[in-house]
């Protein structure tokens, strides 16, 4: 090969070099903006939204329902009042505010409760 091709030939390479790294720069800049999806793990437990302000640990979400005697009272009442009329709206009272369920985030480590807004 004549000495003006070899130059040639580095000239190509170093520009063929400089085309593929600026290539790869931008592949990094998209995959840094654009990160790729990847679905959640199967069988893994969502990471808790509550942490424990005394022990640190994960909290979760624990339903109760409380049942008041003066629920099942009312019910009562309000079928004895079912024929003179008023008893109806009673009953309706009495199954809608007669039971209620109380949301608290409950710590597993220190066995806290706290209120769920």
Not at 39 to 45: C, Q, R
Not at 52 to 63: A, L, T
Request: glycine content about 6%.
């Amino acid at each position: 090969m004549k000495p003006k091709e070899k130059e040639l030939m580095r000239m190509a390479r170093a520009a063929m070099k400089e085309k593929r790294l600026a290539r790869d720069a931008e592949k990094q800049l998209e995959r840094q903006q654009f990160p790729a999806y990847q679905p959640p793990a199967p069988n893994v437990k969502k990471a808790h939204r509550f942490t424990c302000p005394h022990c640190g640990s994960g909290c979760s979400m624990k339903q109760e329902a409380k049942n008041d005697a003066s629920g099942c009272f009312l019910v009562i009442v309000g079928l004895l009042l079912t024929p003179v009329l008023i008893g109806i709206p009673i009953i309706i009272y009495a199954l809608v505010h007669g039971s209620k369920t109380a949301k608290y985030w409950a710590c597993p480590g220190c066995r806290s409760r706290f209120d769920a807004h």
